[in-house]
């Protein structure tokens, strides 16, 4: 049975109101139509139950305000849910508005004679966009307005999208940071905006079935750029949502993301995912991860003449050259997600040892990899408003201020001022026996934070520590030597015949023991009931 639908199509330019005779369902309907709308309206061709397509007549490279009309066919409460195209998780995110309280259309709550209605923005990559309902309710109609996007006094815009390396982070995460988040430091804000919708877990696929990419298209004016890196998440073989064939990763990017963007007038610019930290312990030299989606998106590129990035090659590139210059390690310390005890606040108070995210320092420096690269490529308006910074001319000074840093857990620890202009810092160590130096200083290790705990400390040993400010110019002189006492009693205090750390460390253990003490006295009387108790069975 043919539905019966009523279309109102958007009139010309010369004829504003335009009278259409459309045959339906064997009869004929004359309707006004609207300039650049489109209304479907379904009669009994509209209910679900189970699940239905309806497709409309988008045009592709278009976006659209989407409304749909929606009821329930039953007296009772139904479920129905909402998706479009390739647009179908339950983490659904499109631009809704009319009343649901939810991010996305899914598990939407229907009943009989209760009409509901939601309004929400979708990009058409293909020729006409095919609404999926599923569950119990009827569809009352469906319009689409087309969107425009207002270009006046735009700013060319870079959208970031992609993955945990590249999403912006809150400083409750600290010292976690995507690249993402640091790359407006490299273009001048007044003719280049970054905005970054990158999120973790991400990858080609879900990126798309989320609504995400949809988002970005409905933002996207002509000029405007897209950077994509994915891959990490791609990878992931055991994780159904996240996991994408590398077959599929190229057809990802070919058919749906450098299509879409392009049909919009703007430059998608693909990105080689940056690499984790897995080296060669003996060489320093870096293994590239997932070095097949690494070469699927060269390949794409290739294939689709797209412009292309190789963050995976500088990365590995520029950390291999650390490792060299500095010693193997020096990455953990300065560039990926890691952190001692009590360094920071929020989610990594407890320390963090994470291989394949960024700290600050380390996305700063990838989020200038991919400066260079836009450079490197000539990319109108962005290459003109992108500002390499002049690496600095003057080491910094000489640490000062350091001071015994007492934390639950450190054996000994230090600290100092932050110096300005340092990007990290190098500390020496060298043992103190009965208050005199012995043996040569030896590298104890790196930071980026003026905190450092010395990992082969042994206890009640003192030490002398010295530390260097280094930037690309060099590194300071080194800093006067600060002598560690394993027992320093203005720092320390006794509580019951123990050592133990000072308040700062966040933890008082003399308000704890009393605690303690209780649960012990607790636990001896609750022993002796239990014993009574055998003893009477026994009897």
């Known amino acids: 049975m043919l539905r019966k639908i009523v279309i109102k199509i958007g009139a010309t330019v010369l004829c504003a109101v335009t009278v259409l005779t459309i045959m339906t369902a064997g009869k004929a309907e004359e309707v006004k139509a609207e300039e650049n709308v489109m209304t479907y309206e379904y ?45 179908t998780d339950d983490q659904i995110v499109p631009n809704v508005n009319g009343g649901s309280d939810r991010s996305g259309l899914l598990g939407e709550t229907v009943k009989a004679g209760e009409e509901q209605k939601r309004s929400f923005n ?31 006094n735009h700013k060319t815009t870079i959208y970031t999208i992609g993955d945990s390396l590249v999403q912006t982070y809150t400083d409750k995460y600290a010292p ?73 990763y190229k057809k990802n990017l070919a058919d749906h993301y450098i299509k879409a963007i392009e049909q919009r007038g703007a430059t998608a610019v693909l990105v080689t995912l940056a690499n984790r930290n897995d080296y060669n312990a003996k060489t320093g030299v870096f293994n590239v991860s997932f070095s097949n989606y690494v070469t699927a998106m060269r390949e794409v ?28 390690g020096i990455t953990e310390a300065i560039i990926y997600n890691h952190a001692i005890a009590g360094a920071y606040a929020g989610d ?23 400066a260079e690269g836009v450079k490197e490529l000539e990319l ?14 003057k080491v910094p000074d000489a640490p000062t201020g350091i001071e015994t840093r007492k934390y639950l857990g450190s054996i000994s620890r230090i600290k100092w001022k932050a110096v300005e202009g340092a990007d990290f810092y190098k500390v020496y160590v060298a043992d103190v026996r009965e208050g005199v130096i012995d043996g040569e200083y030896e590298l104890a290790g790196y930071t980026t934070v003026c905190d450092f705990a010395y990992d082969d400390a042994a206890l009640k040993h003192d030490y002398a520590y010295k530390v260097v400010a280094i930037n690309a110019a060099g590194e300071s002189e080194e800093s006067e030597v600060f002598i560690f006492e394993s027992e320093i009693e203005t720092t320390k205090k006794k509580v019951n015949n123990m050592t133990v750390a000072s308040e700062e460390s966040g933890i008082d253990i003399a308000k704890v023991l009393p605690i303690v003490g209780i649960a012990v006295a607790v636990i001896a009387v609750i022993g002796v009931v239990v014993a009574v108790v055998v003893m009477k069975k026994k009897k």
């Open 380 to 393: 109108p308006v962005i290459s003109d408003g992108c500002v390499i910074p002049v690496p600095p001319t």
């Open 122 to 152: 979708v990009a058409a990559i293909e020729d006409g966009i095919t609404f999926k309902f599923n569950g119990k309710g009827k569809i009352v109609s469906i319009t689409l307005k087309e969107l425009t996007v207002n270009t006046e």
């Open 301 to 328: 590129a290739a294939e689709t003449d797209t412009k292309l990035i190789d963050l995976n090659a500088k990365t590995v590139e520029k950390f291999t050259e650390l490792n060299k210059e500095y010693g193997v």
């Open 348 to 370: 990594y108070v407890a320390g963090v040892a994470d291989n394949t995210h960024l700290q600050k320092y380390g996305a700063y420096l990838v989020a200038g990899m991919v």
């Open 176 to 248: 976690q940071t995507g690249w993402g988040q640091m790359l407006q430091e490299y273009f001048n804000s007044d003719t280049v905006q970054c905005v970054n919708h990158a999120i973790g877990g991400r990858s080609t696929g879900n990126f798309i079935r989320q609504g995400r990419f949809n988002e970005v298209l409905t933002k996207l004016c002509p000029g405007d750029y897209v950077f994509i890196q994915f891959g990490h998440n791609d990878a992931t073989v055991g994780n159904e949502d996240r996991y994408v064939s590398v077959e599929d």
């Open 43 to 87: 009669g009994d061709d509209g209910i679900v139950d189970g699940s239905l397509e309806l497709k409309t007549d988008a045009v592709a490279g278009k976006n659209y305000t989407v409304t749909i009309v929606f009821t329930g066919t039953e007296e009772g409460k139904t479920t129905l849910n909402i998706g479009y195209d390739r647009v």
